[in-house]
């Protein structure tokens, strides 16, 4: 074969290895060396998406829609959730996550990346005046680099108004506002309705690049939909069985007893301890068993035990039932487990 006759093939050979090197070089922007602050101070929703990492969005669908359509916009598409702590705002954008890895979005937002911006860290460890303010500006410098294929989601977004420093410093909000004007920067924005009356609102500059979504605190009904639809997560992780009668338990209890906290965070945290606490009880069943064996009157619990050992080694799970989550809002809230119906 000669040269002559292998030219349209290293011709093809080049145009393919030249997209592969572009391609790359556009991930390693958003990704690589190229942007080593972004990279320390965000967290890749879609990537974790990807790896089905987010636990599953259960309802939410009005808010979802909501916030793709206010992305799809061509100006002012930046949305803004507006919740109490715990009803769900982050749960909003995993969903967006999951939509955009599944190719559940429009086409404008398919190739797009949602990093999570930490707030708290990006403001911790800065000793100098405008070191927070540079750390910022190099961020939203590396998103225009990256080509606009960011969503950067800023969560406690109040935080970066209440950031500002002495009379004559840089507002943190002023680095913001011309890059989300110009669109090369993208954002989703959340915190609750009195930190945005209080810190957003007065900006009116900044208030107009955001377009609010409220998000309310799901009824008992969904939040046991939601318990439901997550449940597995748990289950997983603590080696054990939830019961359905559990899931509606911690949604009633933990609406009737726990106050100042919202469905479905706080009904999800029952949960979870319930969970981490039947685990415990039966990696203890040894213990409990030697210390029983030293008791005549005991021997009806010692063969409980011994069983539930045996289903536990064999792979039949312990369940979560009510008790359980009884026993957690006693110990959260004081209250007898006797008064808890």
Known sequence: MTLESLAPYLVIAGIILLLFWTQKSKLKGVFGAGTPILNSY???????????KLK????RINEHARIIQILSRK?????????????????????????????EVPSSLLDKRVLGLNVS???????????FEQRLKKIVEEIQRAGRSVI????????????????????????????????????????????????????????????????GEPSVK???????????????????????????TAAELSHEYIKKRFLPDKAIDLIDEASAKVR?????????IETLKTSSNKKLEIVHLQKMWDDDKNGILPAVEPEQIREIITMSTGLPVRKLK
Do not use: W
Request: charged letters at 25%; hydrophobic letters at 40%; glycine letters at 8%.
């Open 152 to 215: 950067l989601f800023i969560d406690e977004i109040h935080l970066l108004v209440q950031a500002k420093g002495s009379e004559g410093a840089l507002d943190p909000t002023d680095i913001l506002k011309p890059a989300l004007a110009r669109g090369d920067l993208q954002a989703i924005g959340a915190c609750t309705m009195e930190e945005y009356n209080q810190y957003i609102k007065p900006d009116s500059a900044l208030e107009r690049r955001f377009q609010p979504v409220f998000v």
């Open 75 to 103: 100006e002012k598409n930046n949305p803004i959730l507006l919740g109490e702590a715990g009803v769900g705002k982050t749960a909003i954008v995993d969903g967006l996550a999951q939509s955009i890895i599944a190719s």
């Open 42 to 52: 965000t967290t890749d929703f879609t990537l974790l998406a990807k790896e089905g």
């Open 280 to 288: 415990l009880e039966t990696i203890e069943i040894p213990r409990r």
């Open 121 to 131: 860290a990006l403001i911790a460890g800065t000793k100098y005046r405008g070191e």
């Open 56 to 59: 599953p969005v259960i309802d």
């Open 222 to 248: 969904m939040t046991i939909e939601i318990l439901k639809g997550v449940k597995k997560v748990y289950e997983d992780h603590h080696h054990v069985r939830i019961t359905d009668e559990a899931v509606k």
